[in-house]
């Protein structure tokens, strides 16, 4: 390379794509989930359908597997099973950031904007809001000359002040962004005509004292005509990413609030964004959590998004599941019995298992050194059991009894009861072998083989 027109962006995508061999060869490689060639990755961004593909983002250090001034690293995709890695999208390389933190994507009709937060923490203003465009379809991003486009917090709010997700409704874009005002976790929202011009509308929702200290990665959307917050609260007890029931009030700028549901009682599920997706909403969460071990350091990458799940509210409970394109992953079917034992002598680091129930069936994931997660399904409920002897369980409707897993080397991905307990770990099997066994009163079991999602490299 011209070593004169080197930019920050070339430097990056040289260092990643020099240090990518080595991470494809870790054992924990994922095979279809999106991650990054090596180096880190966290919170999912700029989710977005545009130009006939889906565009998905991600928080990204290139340098090293751990995090560090964040640039977006960018995937995209025709059918949202087979993805292709794109050139890195946005560094940190303007004077008012020394990081590209979280945000989102919007399709502007001839350009594909991404509004993210320029952060700064040697400025007093520590957070803004900036847009960059593309008009090469996602390949390479300008970043407005009218950035920041939101210079500073609304009065009274923190300087926390970052992720800012845009829709748009009755002709005119929405922007919420997260905050906190007097210790209380809130989303700011804007309106604007276009992406660089916002008017600050007042505080949509805000905490009671019981939801956080602060609002990262809000996403406002409407499924089944019912309105959802999609909020990931700092120290908020209990609770990592939440949907906030309620309903929007576009003339009053309010969003008043009623309930909430954890969105996954995994561990490893945090900053989830949604995408609009014609008439259903799609959300990608980042496939771990702040403070964790991160055991494939050692092999130079770190940090996935789980894979998307399409959004549905059934009796007042929000579902998610896999969407259809998904089976486009599915190799060779390995199971299709009604016995429950049918999981016994079954290993494979890559499956999808389906499995339908008549009534309490439990589900055990193992290593060689014993369980790695046991999941237990009775027509009320749902509970995840982790070797650390930590339960997660989660009240069911009935609707549907069923347990769905996606296993991919190093994660494993449950979805009960037609969608309405998600369950998403992170786990490290000895030497990559996964068992499964199976008991319980079980109609029918279905095991397939996974594929790869992504294409050939370009190094
Ligand atoms: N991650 C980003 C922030 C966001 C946080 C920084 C959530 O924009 O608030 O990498 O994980």
Redesign the pocket.
């Known amino acids: 390379m011209n070593h004169h027109s080197e930019t920050p962006l070339s430097r990056a995508e040289s260092v990643l794509w020099a240090n990518a061999p080595a991470a494809r060869k870790s054992p924990y490689a994922l095979s279809y989930h999106i991650a990054a060639p090596s180096g880190w990755i966290?919170?999912p961004n700029g989710l977005v359908r545009y130009g006939g593909r889906y565009h998905v983002f991600y928080?990204h250090y290139p340098f090293a597997p751990q995090?560090g001034p964040?640039h977006w690293g960018h995937a995209s995709s025709a059918d949202l099973v087979h993805w292709r890695h794109e050139p890195i999208a946005l560094a940190p390389d303007q004077p008012y950031e020394k990081?590209c933190?979280?945000?989102s994507g919007a399709d502007d009709g001839d350009t594909l904007a991404l509004i993210y937060?320029a952060?700064d923490e040697d400025n007093p203003i520590k957070e803004t809001q900036c847009v960059a465009r593309s008009s090469d379809g996602g390949r390479t991003f300008v970043k407005s000359p009218l950035n920041p486009v939101v210079p500073h917090p609304p009065e009274g709010c923190s300087t926390d002040f970052?992720?800012p997700k845009v829709w748009r409704q009755d002709g005119h874009w929405f922007m919420v962004v997260?905050t906190a005002r007097e210790g209380r976790g809130c989303a700011a929202l804007y309106a604007g005509d276009d992406l660089e011009h916002w008017t600050y509308r007042g505080i949509l929702a805000e905490s009671d004292g019981t939801m956080g200290s602060m609002w990262?990665?809000p996403n406002f959307c409407r499924v089944d005509g019912q309105d959802l917050l999609i909020i990931?609260p700092m120290e908020m007890e209990g609770h990592k990413n939440i949907a906030l029931f309620g309903a929007f009030d576009a003339a009053a700028g309010r969003m008043t609030l009623d309930r909430y549901q954890e969105l996954d009682l995994g561990e490893d599920f945090?900053?989830a964004q949604v995408m609009e997706d014609g008439d259903r909403v799609l959300l990608i969460g980042?496939m771990d959590m702040?403070g964790k071990p991160y055991p494939t350091q050692k092999d130079g990458w770190a940090g996935a998004l789980t894979l998307p799940r399409q959004l549905s509210v059934r009796d007042g409970r929000l579902c998610q599941l896999p969407p259809k394109e998904l089976e486009a992953l599915r190799q060779s079917v390995l199971v299709d019995s009604d016995a429950p034992g049918a999981l016994d002598g079954v290993h494979g680091d890559r499956m999808e298992l389906d499995i339908q129930c008549g009534g309490t069936a439990e589900l055990c994931l193992s290593d060689a050194d014993g369980e790695l997660l046991r999941v237990t399904l009775t027509p009320e409920r749902a509970t995840f059991a982790l070797p650390t002897g930590r339960t997660m369980s989660r009240d069911l409707s009935g609707a549907q009894s069923d347990i769905r897993v996606f296993v991919d080397r190093c994660s494993v991905e449950c979805f009960v009861g037609g969608g309405e307990a998600c369950f998403t770990q992170r786990v490290y099997p000895k030497e990559n072998q996964f068992s499964y066994a199976l008991s319980g009163d079980v109609t029918r079991v279905r095991a397939w083989t996974l594929g790869d999602a992504f294409e050939e490299c370009p190094c």
Do not use: I, K, L, V
């Open positions: 966290n919170d928080q995090w964040m990081g933190f979280s945000g937060t952060h970052r992720d997260g990262e990665c990931s945090y900053a980042w702040w």
